[in-house]
């Protein structure tokens, strides 16, 4: 898979671009110039929101009505072209063809992401965590976003159910009709969230093992109210409908469904301890660039075409030795690279160079 050239119209501060990109690309400049903009333009076409957590309208740049990302790209021996089109909500077309959701494009074009932002994925809260099985899951299985949608309206209606249970204690009859589709849904999740921790496991092992110099072991475990390992999907489905009767009363007293595949959390662990309250900043650095080459080696592994690979501002922090593991990793992938200093990782690598300045190339 590779992009062979983007063209960008009024996104973020890019007023208008027009690029060829190599095998190895360096987008380099001093902060708030554009870099990171870019790598979001390229990162859209997977199909998935922006990793940066803005609503589509915040794409556009200012003073414009909309914004416009095209791109020629190389996916199964075969040359194509996608472009996304942003006026408030975003519009997809593959090769002409108007698709039905912008998620389609996820079907041609994989990536992966590193990002400060992902630092979060360690240190925050559990939905961080869900959040990257929930997009690694996305690019995997095209149906999963569905899923994801029907289980987050049941929860939704679920939840006013529940409001108005408060107010008139009568609708309680009502709320095993929710429990079960919550169920069915919610099963789907667990079940595919599960299936995706155990087959990522071995991949993050090995690298957690070369970041750490064979000193420390990562491990990850998905947690919830019931042990989700070696369960069929009507056993999680079973089990779950039994947590919502349990859970109700805990329910009715915080007017919100307080169980489910929307509470889970990935659990990280570092020699048995949580990365999360005992890990250093560098080990908990070490867990997400774990991850995120997992991710990569997981996704290569099962659509076997070789993702993207998007480095936001991540390389700079490294060191060198880190710096190499992580290209070695991605050899023979497209790679595309943020940074301050061009001479940061040309020394290890050689590729196009790109100096952005306010949104543009100088």
């Known amino acids: 898979m590779k992009i ?6 009024n996104f973020r501060n890019i007023e208008k671009l027009d690029l060829d990109f190599d095998d190895v690309n360096i987008i380099y400049g001093q902060n708030a110039q554009g870099k990171t903009n870019l790598i979001e333009a390229i990162y859209l ?10 609503k589509d309208r915040d794409l556009i740049r200012f003073g414009s009505d909309f914004s416009k990302l095209k791109i020629n790209f190389e996916s199964e021996n075969r040359n194509q072209n996608a472009e996304i089109r942003i006026d408030g909500k975003r519009t997809a077309y593959l090769n002409g063809i108007k698709k039905k959701s912008p998620s389609a494009l996820g079907e041609e074009l994989k990536a992966v992401i590193f990002s400060p932002v992902h630092l979060s994925m360690v240190k925050d809260g559990p939905s961080e965590r869900r959040r990257f099985i929930d997009n690694a899951l996305c690019q995997l299985k095209y149906n999963y976003r569905n899923v994801l949608k029907e289980y987050n309206r049941a929860l939704s209606q679920r939840n006013m159910l529940l409001k108005d249970i408060s107010k008139n204690s009568s609708l ?14 919610g099963a789907k999740i667990i079940y595919q969230r599960n299936k995706y921790v155990e087959a990522l496991l071995p991949f993050a092992k090995e690298v957690f093992d070369g970041l750490s110099g064979g000193r420390e072991e ?33 329910d009715f007293m915080n007017r919100i469904t307080t169980a489910g ?28 660039l774990a991850l995120k080459l997992a991710e990569a080696s997981l996704l290569k592994e099962m659509t076997q075409n070789e993702p993207l690979a998007l480095l936001d501002d991540v390389m700079s922090e490294l060191d060198i030795t880190r710096q190499d593991y992580i290209l070695n990793h991605i050899k023979n992938w497209q790679v595309f690279i943020t940074c301050c200093d061009a001479d940061t990782v040309l020394r290890l690598k050689k590729g196009k160079t790109f100096h952005i300045e306010n949104g543009g190339i100088v």
């Open 45 to 54: 076409f997977t199909g998935s929101k922006s990793f940066r957590g803005v």
């Open 172 to 185: 309680a009859d009502m709320l095993y009709i929710w429990d079960k589709n919550l169920a069915a849904t």
């Open 218 to 250: 990562i491990d990850l475990v998905l947690k919830g109210p019931f042990d989700y390992r070696e369960l069929s999907l009507k056993e999680i489905e079973n089990k779950l409908l039994i947590t919502f009767e349990k859970s109700r009363s805990s």
């Open 261 to 288: 595949p929307h509470r889970d959390d990935m659990e990280i662990l570092i020699n048995s301890k949580s990365a999360r309250t005992y890990g250093s900043q560098g080990q908990q650095r070490s867990c997400v």
């Open 4 to 9: 062979n050239s983007i063209s960008i119209e």
